[in-house]
């Protein structure tokens, strides 16, 4: 006999699977990721394609099957029309969805992620008549991203050197993309050159700006004035952490 259970999801991708089925990609309230299999989805009569579009709000109910689980319903909560035609909206928010699917393991739940990912979603809904600058997409995924890694147990040491265990002094200190937190300038001067291709150059400004994104107490993205130098620093540091280490 089969068996269902119902939660909500979101949409994070969704591929060809076999000649009429979709295989989906949700992140799930009570379960985590889920790749499921979604029966018919590629036939005109189809009632659920246009329900399991990437980024839609859904409630979902899961059927579970002999080699694969598979969708029996799915009801649209939101769709982020707004995110959704924004361009720049569209772009962060995707890359959003792309890193966390990557991220994650198959089936393991977190509610503070899923509470995030629906927050960072509904921060790009709701800037309704506004185009999002590019400084705004790089911010808002840079925030998003980190408190993932953190969630993950990927957090950066940030208030140690990695090499001597020593507290940072402000000047010249080092990000290691490879295994996550800052160098000293004093290590810096004892590594070999081979392995300084790990290390990214940080300023004081941004070591603030990172210590005050991972820090729990720092729920929502904090409404600062930050200057575009410091944002595109923090950008490069981003997707050189996440592309070197994961």
């Known amino acids: 006999m089969e068996t269902s259970r119902k939660t909500q999801a979101i949409v994070l991708s969704h591929q060809d699977y076999r000649e009429n089925d979709s295989l989906v990609g949700f992140y799930t309230l009570d379960y985590g990721k889920l790749s499921l299999i979604v029966r018919g989805s590629k036939k005109l009569q189809s009632k659920l394609a ?55 393991e198959e089936g393991e739940a977190d509610q503070e992620i899923f509470s995030l990912l629906l927050g960072y979603l509904s921060f790009f809904n709701n800037k309704k008549n506004q185009t999002l600058s590019q400084e705004e997409g790089e911010i808002l995924f840079s925030f998003f991203m980190f408190k993932v890694l953190s969630k993950l147990g990927y957090k950066p040491q940030l208030q140690t050197c990695l090499n001597c265990a020593q507290k940072l002094k402000p000047g010249k200190n080092y990000f290691n993309l490879k295994n996550g937190g800052l160098i000293c300038a004093n290590c810096f001067k004892t590594i070999k050159e081979a392995e300084k291709i790990e290390l990214l150059a940080i300023s004081d400004n941004c070591i603030k700006l990172l210590r005050l994104l991972t820090d729990e107490e720092t729920p929502t993205i904090p409404n600062l004035k930050i200057d575009k130098k410091l944002i595109k620093e923090l950008s490069i540091l981003t997707l050189g952490f996440l592309n070197y280490r994961f």
Request: proline share 2%; hydrophobic share 40%; no cysteine.
């Open 50 to 104: 246009g329900h399991l579009e990437p980024f839609n709000f859904v409630d979902l109910m899961i059927i579970s099957g002999k080699s694969r689980d598979y969708v029996g319903s799915a009801v649209l909560r939101e769709s982020f029309l707004t995110l959704k035609d924004d361009l720049n909206s569209l772009y962060y928010a995707g890359q959003g969805l792309n890193w966390l699917n990557r991220l994650s």
